[in-house]
């Protein structure tokens, strides 16, 4: 899920669409606004939260961040509010 917050930074809303980028070395992931036809698509929750699914997309956060290793079934992650020179946002695991 996508908080309301987060969705501000990145300018999105319900139908629009993001893509990631991983970089497993350093443990984090990028998202950014996309909306080409093979972006991961975002649909309105409730007010506050918008949702997306992908089995595909969490293979690779569990093989970049290492999520079966920590035994946890549920996971929280941060997003940068401010964009980097690319325009792209980090993600890290809280």
Excluded: C, P, W
């Amino acid at each position: 899920m996508i908080s309301d917050i987060v969705a501000k930074a990145l300018s999105v809303d319900d139908k629009d669409g993001l893509m990631f980028g991983f970089n497993r070395a350093e443990k984090t992931a990028y998202v950014i606004k996309d909306n080409e036809d093979d972006a991961f698509k975002l649909s309105r929750k409730d007010s506050h939260t918008l949702r997306f699914t992908s089995k595909d997309l969490m293979q690779f956060f569990e093989n970049t961040f290492g999520l079966l290793e920590t035994g946890k079934l549920s996971f929280v992650f941060s997003v940068d509010l401010q964009a980097n020179d690319k325009g792209l946002h980090r993600v890290s695991l809280a």
